[in-house]
């Protein structure tokens, strides 16, 4: 056994054929902690002198630059741990290097232990040393806070951790292979190949499931548990609060994960014969099963790509992909492993594996997808759903989330905030929703989302025939529960609302004057009545007011939702009203012309325009009935014909003491009566004979 | 002593050694000799413990030496590609080696260096091809093992070197007891250093011998024959390796006892005979010829 003072040695020794190395890491590792701490800083101290930063959020900057979020530091560790891989052990792809080492009175477990400490000294230490440097830049501008610390120490842990992963499978794939492009076509393998498989299986379910919705489904996240990269992306995700996992259970796993690929590539290398250096694969029979894990992915990913080219013959261009994508696939890895044109004639049992392999794939999917698009929950296991409606839940697009501090989009919201615990009406929905998509014609998206009493989450998108979802609307909107879920004055706390602000009819800011009391007041008002309020009263009518919910962080102002406030509130409109507020009506205003128009299809792809114009009084007044004005148009909370605003573009010419003449838009809100039909078809015929005539 | 017991290693479909036994004792010079792809770099890599046999052991006095950091401490292997660290002079080496073999003579090293006029502190990538299998042979030579495994490192060393490098040898031979282990095409040279060969073919031993004792075991015999019937029948009584004939003059090489072959062909009544000692490349010759590898053939 040799002693403390020789290994200590040996590692001097190994390190100082490896000053290369240091040096780039030392460089790097400079750049990225010390010079990019003091540029920030720099860069902040001019915000924070015109007093558009607070110190917290300098704080917040430089911890981000110091911390395990930093995509730039963990790309650089991911890289230079893949290039210490590849430093450390690439000796055994050159016979002469090989049989010098070996032939030392150094045993095999001893030398793999020096390269392997080595390999991560030469990173840990100068990391250590420029993120104490960079710390100290910053507590030299002031900003020595326990939180830049925290996050720096949190950085190395989770940067370190990170390191070892790639690490380790750098070396793995070293010893696996037998040349420097074999090494680094296996590092980039099994570095990206749990991402891609991750990746391919996401799309193989969204090519053969009608209802799976990739954004929320598991499969995307399996490149987290069999990928280092993306294992070590979310170790940074989740040790910086982001994502709903245990940042202890992560940290424990990775490490787990990391000490198990270490032992692996350890093994690995005791068992690896000397004379693999120089050829394509160390293991001559791992090569069959290294070639087929290769040849399923290349070939499913191949066929799905040709697949995704077809639009009607998808089966066909299926059939092409996989036959060239087969072809190629077996010719590109007989080549890489044999570095022999003459090779392609060998593995041709390993290639037909992976056929059959693949096919049972494709299979699996084919009928996996079909009963997933079937499945039904238990219902005695659910506890609650949400419900979004795609192109009928007519909110705006963006609604801003506390928690993350951040816009997210509507279905997000809803399907955070929604509890609709009504099991009989989410249950015939579903049975509608399944029994839609085995049908053609005009169909609806929906999205659901079903959370059982054990708190697993299951996510569908479904299709549901246009004249079942009349009715499911109507139902759906008389749920308290389903209102809360889609109207974000629900979750706000009324505390956090510093300004109440609206649209003038110039379209300019005006700022409520109300206290914290009345802020609140309003707010809670408003909830009682929308709460309270009929289907009918919601759905048939068009708002006639709205005001913006604000809030100030951080000297700035953030819109936090608008409020719609329709005819029925009446408290809330008196409250609005004696702030300065006026409410805005068809009725109220006086219209002396109005213009529908829409686009005519006349051949493919080919629209014309056509427009029909009122101005009898008689007329204007009925279509006032069916209009709204498009800023409060679109918001009626629920509108059975969605398409209906779509296909038609109406302008109201507008005459006022005040401002004259002037345009607005507006949209129906009813369903088109007869008559209005038959001026619309009238005014058709009239241009096709115009046309004719001409 | 080295002892390698049935040894067999195959790369794929090719068995490069079938099981080769053969001893190396100490304080001899042990000459490996062998044709081309007879199997003595792997023979050489396997009992330095680079190579894992698939079949039998190679013991070094009594410990395996594959993964045996005892026993690869008896030994000092120069490949016929030496590897030297990056950017590394003589210097470093030497450094370098002393950690990992306890034994070596720092002072020794720099001593041969400077009469071998070698620039401790020159880059190793700036030496000639000549110039590094010296100073392979150096560093094999101060780090004070008690075997030297040396495969074709004479090869590239001017005739000054050569025998620079042998008298060396015979010091280190001489003082501690080395035992050098060489793998070589020149059968020259192995002549004047080498006590005992062992000739490989095709991945087989065709013979391990004392040198003496080969030299003494063939002989080339000239003699002119009056009668051929006689001349045929005392041939037929010899074990003759080889039968040349140039007019009247027959050249035989003869494996046997050499009063045994004189009495044989005296008693043939030969014109004239003359019994003549082989050279190690004509006993290597003549040895491999036997067994099918014929020289005549690859001379155009």
Redesign the interface.
């Known amino acids: 056994m040799i002693s403390k003072s020789s290994f200590s040695s040996l590692l001097k020794e190994d390190i100082k054929t490896k000053m290369w190395l240091v040096l780039v890491n030392v460089i790097l590792l400079f750049l990225n902690f010390p010079v990019v701490m003091a540029i920030q800083v720099q860069n902040v101290a001019e915000h924070v002198r015109a007093g558009a930063y607070t110190k917290d959020q300098v704080v917040d900057i430089l911890v981000y630059y110091i911390g395990g979020k930093n995509m730039a530091t963990i790309l650089l560790t991911l890289l230079m741990g893949c290039v210490a891989g590849v430093a450390q052990f690439g000796y055994l792809y050159h016979k002469n290097q090989v049989d010098f080492y070996h032939s030392l009175p150094i045993r095999r477990q001893k030398c793999f232990l020096i390269r392997f400490v080595n390999g991560m000294l030469m990173y840990f230490l100068p990391y250590i040393l420029f993120c104490l440097m960079g710390i100290a830049v910053v507590c030299a501008f002031g900003y020595g806070q326990m939180a830049i610390i925290r996050a720096a120490f949190l950085g190395f842990l989770i940067n370190m951790i990170g390191y070892l992963l790639c690490y380790a499978t750098a070396i793995l794939a070293v010893c696996l292979t037998g040349n420097l492009f074999s090494g680094i076509c296996g590092i980039v393998t099994f570095q990206g190949y749990g991402i891609l498989t991750a990746l391919f299986a996401r799309s193989m379910m969204s090519e053969y499931s009608e209802t799976y919705m990739p954004e929320y489904g598991k499969l995307g996240q399996l490149c987290n548990f069999i990928s280092p990269i993306g294992a070590y992306n979310q170790l940074s995700d989740v040790m910086n609060g982001d994502g709903s996992s245990s940042p202890l259970l992560w940290l424990l796993g990775c490490m787990i994960a990391a000490v198990l690929l270490t032992m692996i590539s350890f093994w690995v290398y005791l068992n690896r014969k000397s004379e693999s250096a120089g050829k394509s694969i160390a293991f001559e029979k791992s090569k069959g099963i290294i070639k087929v894990f290769l040849m399923v992915l290349i070939l499913g990913c191949g066929t799905l790509f040709f697949r995704s080219m077809g639009y009607n013959a998808t089966f066909i261009w299926s059939m092409i992909g996989f036959v060239i994508t087969f072809v190629l696939a077996h010719i590109m890895v007989q080549i890489v492993f044999e570095m022999d044109v003459k090779a392609v004639k060998q593995g041709i049992k390993s290639a037909l594996m992976s056929v059959i392999i693949s096919i049972a794939i494709f299979g699996g999917f084919y009928v996996g997808g079909h009963y997933y698009d079937s499945y039904q929950i238990d219902w005695d296991k659910m506890e609650y759903a949400a419900v979004y409606l795609e192109n009928y839940n007519g909110y705006d697009e963006s609604y801003y989330d506390a928690e993350q501090g951040c816009y997210i989009s509507c279905e997000e919201y809803i399907f955070k905030h929604m509890k609709v615990r009504d099991k009989d009406l989410i249950k015939n929905f579903t049975k509608d929703c399944i029994d839609s998509g085995k049908k053609e014609g005009e169909l609806v998206s929906v999205n659901l989302k079903y959370t059982l009493k054990n708190g697993k989450e299951v996510y569908r998108a479904y299709k549901i025939e246009h004249n079942l979802i009349k009715d499911y609307i109507l139902q759906l909107l008389d749920n308290k529960e389903y209102r809360i879920g889609t109207v974000q004055i629900f979750s706000i706390n009324p505390e956090e609302v510093t300004q109440i602000k609206y649209y003038d009819e110039w379209s300019d800011y005006q700022y409520l004057n109300m206290s914290q009391e009345e802020t609140t007041n309003l707010i809670e008002t408003y909830k009682e009545e929308y709460l309270s309020a009929t289907v009918d009263q919601l759905n048939q009518n068009a708002p006639v007011m709205s005001f913006i919910l604000a809030t100030k962080e951080d000297n700035m102002e953030w819109d936090l939702t608008t409020v719609y406030v329709y005819p029925s509130f009446e408290k809330t409109i008196s409250m609005l009203e004696s702030k300065g507020m006026e409410a805005k009506t068809m009725e109220d205003t006086n219209i002396t012309e109005i213009t529908v128009s829409w686009w005519k299809e006349i051949e493919d792809g080919v629209m014309e325009p056509l427009e029909v114009t009122y101005t009898e009084p008689e007329k204007i007044q009925q279509l006032k009935q069916l209009l709204s004005f498009a800023e409060y148009g679109y918001y009626t909370a629920f509108d059975c014909d969605y398409t209906l605003k779509q296909d038609y573009t109406i302008v109201l010419e507008l005459e006022d003491e005040d401002r004259g003449i002037s345009q607005q838009s507006a949209v129906f809100i009813k369903e088109i009566p007869e008559w209005l039909q038959e001026d619309l078809k009238n005014t058709e015929i009239q241009q096709e004979i115009e046309g004719t005539a001409q | 002593m080295i002892e390698a017991a049935e040894i067999s290693k195959s790369?794929?479909d090719i068995k490069a050694v079938d099981h080769i036994s053969l001893t190396i004792r100490e304080g001899n010079v042990f000459g490996l000799v062998g044709t081309n792809g007879a199997g003595k770099s792997t023979f050489m890599?396997m009992m330095?413990?680079?190579?894992?046999p698939d079949r039998g052991t190679i013991l070094v006095d009594g410990i395996p030496v594959y993964?045996s950091?005892?026993a690869?401490?008896k030994?000092f292997?120069i490949?016929d590609?030496?590897?030297f660290?990056?950017?590394?002079t003589p210097k470093?080496m030497g450094?370098?080696y002393k950690?990992?073999?306890p034994e070596f003579d720092e002072n020794k090293y720099l001593d041969c260096l400077e009469k071998f006029s070698m620039d401790a502190k020159r880059k190793i990538a700036t030496f000639s091809k000549g110039m590094k299998k010296q100073l392979s042979i150096l560093l094999g030579i101060c780090a004070g093992t008690k075997y030297l495994l040396c495969d074709e490192t004479f090869d590239g060393l001017d005739p000054v070197m050569r025998q620079g490098i042998k008298s060396l040898f015979v010091r280190e031979m001489g003082d501690r007891g080395l035992t050098p282990v060489i793998a070589s095409h020149n059968l020259r040279e192995l002549e004047d250093i080498c006590d005992h060969v062992g000739l490989l073919h095709k991945g087989g031993v065709l013979l391990s011998k004392d040198l003496l004792e080969m030299k003494c075991n063939i002989f080339k015999v000239q003699c002119v024959f009056n009668d051929s019937i006689m001349e045929y029948e005392a041939v037929t009584k010899l074990d003759v390796l080889k039968h040349e004939r140039r007019g009247s003059l027959v050249t035989l090489t003869i494996r046997g006892d050499q009063e045994e072959i004189m009495h044989r062909i005296q008693s043939a009544n030969p014109v004239f005979s003359e019994i003549l000692p082989l050279s190690l490349e004509e006993i290597f010759i003549s040895e491999t010829e036997v067994v099918g590898y014929d020289i005549k053939k690859l001379i155009f």
Do not use: H, I, P
């Not at chain 2, 660290?85 to 590394?88: I, T």
């Open positions: 790369f794929g890599r330095a413990g680079v190579l894992c993964e950091e005892e690869k401490r030994l292997y490949s590609d030496q590897f660290l990056l950017n590394s470093d450094c370098f950690t990992v073999y």
